[in-house]
């Protein structure tokens, strides 16, 4: 594996294990609105990422946002992940955990149609039997719902459309999620601005004490995991990606049977079972794919 793939798998690793924990954060704010704290998302992301981009001393990407294509691209993606956001949200905070952790069980599946659609990636025989897999389980769990799961649905679209934009613009992406945010502050600060002044007079920060240290940390919260998923999203297919993308939601779905203590019955364990064992074929698959490369590599060297 090249230093790029490593690169690509560790940042894929961190985002998605910050992601599989957000709930906590999100609970443990759960007196603050969902529009107020996405709004508070939005603006403290912002100097966190100028933070990151200073250490990287890479401007000339932000200039490189905000001309041609890209900034068409970034304002569409913008709209998604703030739209994906407030949903995620709501949804913890309406004791929906479990269902919206099951929008990223379904993400991983769209991710990897729109890898085979939109960028002709081919999967192997074991990784199309790790999909079928993955495919039985989150059926499963849909039906221990009994109803369409809206909520998963909307999460899931949001998000792997946003995936696959993110890949199209060809800046780094810390600048990207500047731009993103930057485009998305003005809506934020006019709606906590009426908030505030409206709503609840003088709530600009929570209540106060620690709810202004929780608020101002939702900034590096939002923009590290993201930061991390744009890296990894131009390091590795769409399919990897994809089927890595169960440790989030197993994350999310741990937190809301075991601290959350939402419903946990039989069909939900049977699901778990399913999407668990597609993770481990696709994974299997991977690492021997990885091995025979180099392999290969090695035998084609010259003497």
Known sequence: MNAALRLGFAAALGCYLIWGSLPLYIRAMNHIG?????????????????????????????????????????????????????????????????????????????????????????????????????????????????????????????????????????????????VEVLLLVPLAAGWLAWFATTQVPGRWMGDGGWDIALLMAAGPITAVPLILFALAAKRLKLSTIGMMQYIGPTLQFLIAVFVFKEAFSLTHGIAFGFIWTALVIFTADSLMGDAKARRLARAARPA
């Open 34 to 178: 969902a529009f107020e704290l996405l709004a508070h998302r939005i603006i403290w992301s912002v100097p966190t990422a100028v933070i990151l981009i200073a250490l990287a001393a890479n401007w000339r990407d932000v200039k490189a946002a905000f001309t041609g294509s890209n900034l068409k691209w970034l304002a569409l993606s913008s709209i998604l992940i703030a739209a994906n956001w407030a949903i995620y949200i709501w949804s913890v905070n309406a004791g929906r955990a479990i269902e919206a952790s099951l929008g990223y069980y379904i993400n991983p599946l769209v991710n990897v149609l729109f890898g085979m659609l939109i960028f002709s990636e081919k999967l192997r025989a074991a990784q199309w039997l790790a999909v079928a897999v993955a495919t039985v389980g989150v059926a499963i769990m849909a039906f221990a719902f009994g109803h369409v799961p809206w909520v998963a649905l909307a999460l899931c679209s949001t998000f792997a459309c946003y995936g696959v934009i993110r890949k199209q613009v060809v800046i780094d992406s810390r600048a990207g999620f500047l």
